[in-house]
C-alpha cells in the first residue's frame, strides 16, 4: 500500500495535503536554491520507527536503555560526515543549521563576546547577528561589507580588506563567514589570515555549498576553518538537519557538549538515519557528477538570463545559485511581483535583496535562483535557456499587465508540467 493510501485511512484531511503537496513538487520546477529533492530511501528512512525513541546523549553513554541501533546509526553517521568533508570529529545531533550555529556560539563564545559576520541584507543568515536572533541578543555582532564599486573587477564580491580591518578593529572571538546568498567562491584561506592576526576562530557556515565541497565543486573549508557548520537539506540533499564538523578534539569535546545538553534534548533519530543514508549517497561517484552538474546549470541559467536583460549581481556565479538584479529588465519590477508571478506558471523562487538594495526585504529589487534541485530532476545546461525564457516570459507579460499575464502564465504552467513529465523527481 502507498504510504499517502495509507494515511487516508488514518487521517484523510492531512493525507490529502500531503497527496497535494506531493503534485505541487512533482509538476513545479523548484529553483529556490535551499531546496532540493530526496532520494526515496532517505525520505523513507525519515518516516521510521527511530523517531519512537529517546536517546539522550552519544553513541556508548545514553541516558536511555533500547539505543543499541540507535548507537549504531549514530555511528555510521558521524563517520560517514567525518569521510565526505576528511575531517576528525562530527555531531550529526543538530535539528537544524541555525541550532548547529546556535551550539557553536555557545561552545566558542561567552555571552556578550563580539564576533564578525557579512553585512546580514548581502546575504548573510539570520543566525550570523540578526538584532532578534539568540546571535545578535546574546552576543555582540560587527560586520564586514562586500565590495561596492561598480568600477572595481570585485564589485559585490567580499572585501577581503574589509574582513581583515574588521578583524583588527574590532578583535572578534569567532569570525564566521559562508552565506545564504552569495554567488562565488569563498576564500577560506584568506579568512583564517585575518581570524590568525586577531587571535579569532574561523567557523565557516557552508550550509548552502556543502554539497558542492563534499562533491568537489567548491573548494573545502578545511584546513583553514576551525569549526564547520551545515544544514544536511540542501546541496547535501539529505533530510532537513544541522551538522556540525572539527578537526580539534577540545573543540569537539566543548561542541558535543553544547549540542547536547547545552542546547538540545533526545535527537531526532529518525533524521539522523536519514542522514546517514544520504551521507551515504554524497560518498558515491555519481554525487560528484551531481556536484558539477549544479554548478554548470547555474552558470548556463545566469548566463541565459543575462542574454535576455537581467542582471546577475557580482557578474555571474561560480556555485549553485545566482541573484538577479530584475531593474534592468523594468524599474517597476520587484521580487515580490516576480515571485509571485512565477509561482502561477508553476516555478518556485524566492524575492531576494540585492547587495545595497533600495527596496525593503518584502518587496526587494532581486530574485535568488538555484539549480540544485532541478539538477537532482535530471536537467542539464541545455534545458537552462528553456527555463530563463519560461521566466522571462512569464515577467514581460505580468510588466504587460494582469490579463497577459495570467495567459501566459497559464501557457508556461503546461510547458513547465510537460518538462516536470520528462524529468520527474527522484524516484
Ligand atoms: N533559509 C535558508 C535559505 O533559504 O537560504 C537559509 O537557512
Known amino acids: 500500500m502507498q504510504v499517502v493510501d495509507l494515511l487516508r ?15 505541487r513538487q512533482e509538476t513545479t520546477l523548484e529553483l529556490i536554491a535551499s531546496e532540493n529533492h530526496v532520494s526515496p530511501a532517505v525520505l523513507h528512512a525519515a518516516g521510521t520507527c527511530l523517531t519512537n525513541k529517546y536517546a539522550e546523549g ?3 553513554a545514553r541516558y536511555y536503555g533500547g539505543c543499541v541501533y540507535h548507537d549504531q546509526v549514530e555511528e555510521i553517521a558521524r563517520e560517514r560526515a567525518r569521510s565526505m568533508f576528511g575531517c576528525r570529529f562530527a555531531n550529526v545531533q543538530p535539528h537544524s543549521g541555525a541550532q548547529a550555529n546556535a551550539a557553536v556560539f555557545m561552545a566558542l563564545m561567552e555571552p556578550g563576546a563580539t564576533f564578525a559576520s557579512l553585512v546580514l541584507k548581502d546575504g548573510g543568515h539570520l543566525s550570523h547577528g540578526m538584532k532578534i536572533n539568540f546571535s545578535g541578543t546574546y552576543y555582540k555582532p560587527v560586520h564586514y561589507p562586500l565590495h561596492y564599486d561598480v568600477n572595481h573587477p570585485q564589485h559585490e564580491r567580499i572585501d577581503y580588506d574589509a574582513v581583515a580591518a574588521v578583524c583588527r578593529e574590532h578583535k572578534p572571538k569567532v569570525l564566521l563567514c559562508g552565506y545564504s546568498a552569495y554567488p562565488r567562491v569563498i576564500d577560506f584561506k584568506k579568512f583564517r589570515e585575518a581570524a590568525d592576526q586577531c587571535g579569532a576562530l574561523l567557523v565557516a557556515d557552508v550550509a548552502h555549498i556543502a554539497g558542492l565541497i563534499v562533491g ?3 573548494p573545502s573549508p578545511f584546513p583553514y576553518a576551525h569549526v564547520v557548520t551545515t544544514t544536511t537539506h540542501k546541496t547535501l540533499r539529505g533530510p532537513r538537519g544541522g551538522l556540525i564538523l572539527t578537526d580539534s578534539e577540545d573543540l ?3 561542541i558535543d557538549r553544547s549540542v547536547f545538553p547545552g542546547m538540545q534534548g533526545g535527537p531526532l533519530m529518525h533524521i539522523i538515519a536519514a542522514k546517514a543514508i544520504a551521507f551515504g549517497e554524497c560518498l558515491q561517484d555519481s554525487f560528484k557528477t551531481y556536484a558539477a552538474q549544479v554548478v554548470r546549470n547555474a552558470g548556463s541559467l545566469a548566463a541565459a538570463l543575462a542574454e535576455r536583460g537581467y542582471r546577475i549581481t557580482s557578474g555571474g556565479t ?3 545559485l545566482m541573484l538577479v538584479d530584475l531593474r534592468p529588465r523594468s524599474d517597476r519590477l520587484t521580487g515580490a511581483d516576480a515571485e509571485k508571478w512565477l509561482e502561477e506558471a508553476g516555478i518556485i523562487c524566492n524575492k531576494n535583496g540585492i547587495p545595497d538594495d533600495p527596496r525593503p526585504p518584502r518587496v526587494t529589487s532581486g530574485v535568488r535562483l538555484g539549480t540544485p534541485a532541478v539538477t537532482s530532476r535530471g536537467l542539464k545546461e541545455a534545458h537552462m535557456p528553456v527555463v530563463a525564457d519560461f521566466i522571462d516570459r512569464v515577467l514581460d507579460a505580468g510588466l504587460r499587465g494582469d490579463d497577459d499575464r495570467r495567459i501566459v502564465a497559464g501557457q508556461v504552467r503546461e510547458q513547465v508540467r510537460s518538462l516536470c513529465r520528462e524529468f520527474p523527481m527522484p524516484a
Do not use: F, M
Not at 485511512?9 to 503534485?23: G, N, P, T, W
Open 9 to 23: 485511512r488514518h487521517d484523510r484531511s492531512v493525507a490529502d495535503l500531503i497527496a497535494k503537496e506531493a503534485e
Open 58 to 60: 552519544y553513541p556508548g
Open 318 to 320: 561560480d556555485n549553485h
Open 216 to 218: 568537489g565543486a567548491h
Open 252 to 254: 569537539a569535546k566543548k
